[in-house]
């Protein structure tokens, strides 16, 4: 079992809300000191209506088609995932970059490829993130299979 087949404890959803908070106060892209790109995603609440943040790993970017791609910790059981299943556009800002956005999952097969991208370009960070949430793995084969399992999603701005 690892730490994503549970839901976060009261420590975890603060430590997740940090970064939100700080994005908030304005020291959106703070993230790259660490080696990390992040997303700040605001969604409608599906049941409540309310409006909430979370923040997200930005796992690549692709400039040619203005698509960026994402990972659900928490995979389709994630609240901002089921938020945006419900209400599929959204506000999403990387760094100070605003803008309405639309996501779509990946393919298994693109998620362990996606994965194994974003291990090779950030070694460290991706050991850590993955430790974290109880995943070890020896090599880039085992590293695809974990991808494999989680829900990477390609973010695109919606047109104006």
Known sequence: MTALDKRPNKFMKFFFKV?????????????????AQWMLITHIGRKS???YA????????????DTYYIEAAYGARADWYKN??????????????????????????????????????????????MAMAGMKFKDENELRDLGKNLTLLAVKPEKE
């Open 19 to 35: 970064p939100v908070w700080m994005y908030k106060i304005g020291f959106g892209g703070f993230e790259k000191m660490i080696g």
């Open 49 to 51: 209506g309310k409006r």
């Open 54 to 65: 979370s923040m997200v790993d930005v796992m690549d970017y692709d400039k040619v088609t």
């Open 84 to 129: 945006i299943q419900s209400s599929p556009v959204f506000e999403a800002r990387v760094g100070r970059r605003k803008f309405k956005a639309r996501a779509g999952a990946l393919t298994t097969e693109g998620a362990g490829e996606m994965l194994v991208q974003f291990y090779r370009s950030k070694p460290a960070y991706t050991r850590s993130v």
